[in-house]
């Protein structure tokens, strides 16, 4: 089996929170829309939308007649946060560490470029520890343990 999501499923949700969020509510669109977007057929986005649907990331409204005129009623909070609008906690944190040690490179006084080169640095461990912490809680109570 195909891996499909990046060359299909990847570009359709990310066509999909695009086009919502640029209509801000004012418009619902059709699979038929995301296929002109994407330059996919309207079949492949038709695939992908089902695909996407099933993992709880977009709800359709189907109609009868056919894929091109299903609509996109909603993404969900993971959907952005997969096409990367909405960052994740460790997204978030990245950035936090990444512009902190942009900051330090622009620093003169190299006290205060130390500290800041330090900060970022215990930004991505924490993120790191957080990470590995929740992993390691889920997979416990998993385990019933």
Not at 46 to 57: F, I, M, R
Not at 85 to 113: G, I, K, M, N, Y
């Amino acid at each position: 089996m195909d891996n499909t999501w990046a060359s299909r499923d990847l570009p359709v949700l990310n066509a999909m929170v695009q086009y919502l969020d640029d209509a801000a509510g004012a418009m619902i669109p059709e699979l038929r829309d995301i296929a002109e977007i994407t330059g996919l057929e309207v079949i492949e986005v038709g695939k992908a939308a089902l695909a996407l649907e099933s993992d709880g990331l977009v709800e359709l409204g189907k109609t009868a007649g056919g894929h091109g005129t299903w609509s996109v009623r909603r993404v969900a909070g993971e959907a952005r946060r997969l096409v990367g609008q909405w960052p994740s906690a460790e997204q978030f944190v990245d950035e936090v560490a990444q512009r902190l040690r942009a900051a330090a490179d622009e620093e003169a006084d190299p006290e205060r470029r130390g500290r800041l080169r330090e900060l970022a640095s215990s930004a991505g461990d924490v993120a790191r520890n957080v990470f590995v912490d929740v992993t390691a809680s889920v997979i416990s109570r998993q385990m019933g343990t």
